[in-house]
């Protein structure tokens, strides 16, 4: 069975950049999609990012030029760059895929 985990979360202050990674502990067929998905305190899980198998790329309206997703099949990794953070990106940030599930998460929290 193959796992999900992500890493790269922190403390960031307005306006810096994070990068968050997904690491599976073993292969995931291109063909399945991959997602970022983050959850802030009361309220739903929500869509980050998203990576058809194809390599399109679609985005949250909010992080839309903010934010960049990528996958490097070699080293079973998927990536989420975020840029121009704000205080209203602050969530748990997990990736998804249909043939693993759910990783743990990963906390962001921008704030001064």
Known sequence: QVHLVESGGGLVQPGGSLRLSCA????????????????????????????????????????KGRF?????????????????????????YYCHSAYTGWGQGTQVTVSS
């Open 24 to 63: 599976a502990s073993g292969n995931i067929p291109s063909i399945y999609t991959m997602s970022w998905y983050r959850q802030a305190p009361g309220l739903q899980r929500e869509l980050v990012a998203h990576l058809g198998s194809g390599g399109r790329t679609s985005y949250a309206d909010s992080v």
């Open 68 to 92: 960049a997703i990528s996958r490097d099949n070699a080293k079973n990794t998927l990536y989420l760059q975020m840029n121009s953070l704000k205080p209203e990106d602050t969530a748990v």
